[in-house]
C-alpha cells in the first residue's frame, strides 16, 4: 500500500534532539490526521487539519508541533521529547472532514519512535 | 464526552473456532467503521456500517449495526492464523455537532493458536 507514506519508519532521539516526521498522501484527500499509538492509548489522535487548517488540536504539549503546507504534506515537528513520548506516530488521511460524516481513514506505516 | 467502548480487550482461539468483537457508543453513530491492525502493522479500513441493522459480509467476516445505531459486531467463523492482529471499531465525532473526524475504541486484539 502506497497511498500514505512516512519518513523516517524508525526513529531514535536524544531528549534534546529536534526532528520532524513527515507525511505524503497521494489519495487526492482533503484531511489529514496525527495519531499516536501505545500500549496504554491505542489510538489517540493528536491533530487533524482540513485543507491545510488545524482543526482539533487535543491538548497535545507544545513540544509536538504540526505543520500542513499544503493538502498532501503533513509534517510532525518534535523538540525536548520526553521518554514516555516514545510511541509509534501514525499520519492517515481522509477523503473529507465533514461535519458528522466520519470518512473512512488510511494509515501511513507509521514511524517507531525512540526517546532515550 | 462521547465514547466508543469495545469488548473484549483480548481473545485467544484455537484455529477454526469462530470469534467475536463487540463495539458500544455512548451515542447514536452515522455509520460505525472497522479496521484491522496486523503485528508490526498499521490499521487497514476493512469495512463501513450506514443503515439500521446493517449486516455485511466479507468472507468468513460478518459484520451487524444495531438497530438504535450505537453498536456493532465482528464475527469471524472459523478463524485463521492470518486473522490474528488487533481489530478496531470506529465512529464519528458528535454526530450532527460540528467535527467528522473518528472516534476509536481500543480494540479486540486477537490471537490464534494453531
Known amino acids: 500500500e502506497t497511498g500514505v507514506t512516512q519518513t523516517p519508519r524508525h526513529l531514535v532521539m536524544g531528549m534534546t534532539n529536534k526532528k520532524s516526521l513527515k507525511c505524503e498522501q497521494h489519495?487526492?484527500?482533503?484531511?489529514m490526521y496525527w495519531y499516536k499509538q501505545s500500549a496504554k492509548k491505542p489510538l489517540e489522535l493528536m491533530f487533524v487539519?482540513?485543507?491545510?487548517?488545524?482543526?482539533e488540536n487535543n491538548s497535545v504539549p507544545s513540544r509536538f508541533s504540526p505543520e500542513c503546507p499544503n493538502s498532501s504534506h503533513l509534517f510532525l515537528h518534535l523538540h525536548t521529547l520526553q521518554p514516555e513520548d516514545s510511541a509509534l506516530y501514525l499520519c492517515?488521511?481522509?477523503?473529507?472532514?465533514?461535519?458528522?460524516?466520519?470518512?473512512?481513514?488510511?494509515f501511513g506505516p507509521g514511524t517507531r519512535l525512540t526517546v532515550t | 464526552g462521547q465514547q466508543v467502548m469495545q469488548i473484549p480487550q483480548y481473545q485467544h482461539v484455537q484455529e477454526g473456532e469462530d470469534f467475536t468483537t463487540y463495539c458500544n457508543s455512548s451515542?447514536?453513530?452515522?455509520?460505525i467503521q472497522w479496521y484491522k491492525q496486523r503485528p508490526g502493522g498499521h490499521p487497514v479500513f476493512l469495512i463501513q456500517?450506514?443503515?439500521?441493522?446493517e449486516v455485511k459480509k466479507q468472507k468468513r467476516l460478518t459484520f451487524q449495526f444495531g438497530e438504535a445505531k450505537k453498536n456493532s459486531s465482528l464475527h469471524i467463523t472459523a478463524t485463521q492464523t492470518t486473522d490474528v492482529g488487533t481489530y478496531f471499531c470506529?465512529?464519528?465525532?458528535?454526530?450532527?455537532?460540528?467535527?467528522?473526524?473518528?472516534?476509536f475504541g481500543k480494540g479486540t486484539k486477537l490471537s490464534v493458536k494453531p
Open positions: 451515542t447514536t453513530l452515522s455509520n
Open positions: 489519495l487526492g484527500h482533503n484531511a
Open positions: 492517515a488521511s481522509s477523503q473529507d472532514l465533514e461535519r458528522g460524516v466520519g470518512y473512512e481513514q488510511y
Open positions: 487539519y482540513s485543507l491545510e487548517e488545524r482543526v
Open positions: 470506529a465512529g464519528p465525532v458528535g454526530y450532527g455537532g460540528s467535527q467528522g473526524n473518528l472516534i
Open positions: 456500517l450506514v443503515k439500521s441493522g
